[in-house]
């Protein structure tokens, strides 16, 4: 019966981890569609080092990149979920 509810709780996280990516790609995708080259783009750590820019070229290809990574962890998280067995 453990190891029964310990699969759940997987199936669980790998469903949490799609909806967020979703959401995620719905948020970039709407950033990408609706910038009008006056974005800037902004990261900072845990220390506040920080790294900012408003080249467009380059946040266009850093949000194209990313857009990249998170579809293809998609793609990953939703074969385990086809493939999970209880």
Do not use: C
């Not at 190891?3 to 669980?12: M, V």
């Not at 719905?26 to 920080?50: M, P």
């Not at 949000?63 to 579809?71: G, M, V, Y």
């Amino acid at each position: 019966m453990d190891d029964r509810i310990q699969k759940f709780e997987k199936l669980r996280g790998l469903a949490t981890q799609r909806e967020r990516l979703t959401e995620t790609l719905s948020e970039l995708t709407k950033f990408n569609h609706n910038h009008d080259g006056s974005s800037s783009f902004h990261i900072q750590d845990s220390r506040h080092l920080e790294f900012k820019t408003a080249n467009s070229n380059l946040i266009k290809l850093a949000t194209t990149r990313l857009q990249s990574i998170l579809e293809q962890r998609k793609a990953e998280i939703e074969q385990e979920i086809v493939q999970f067995e209880l």
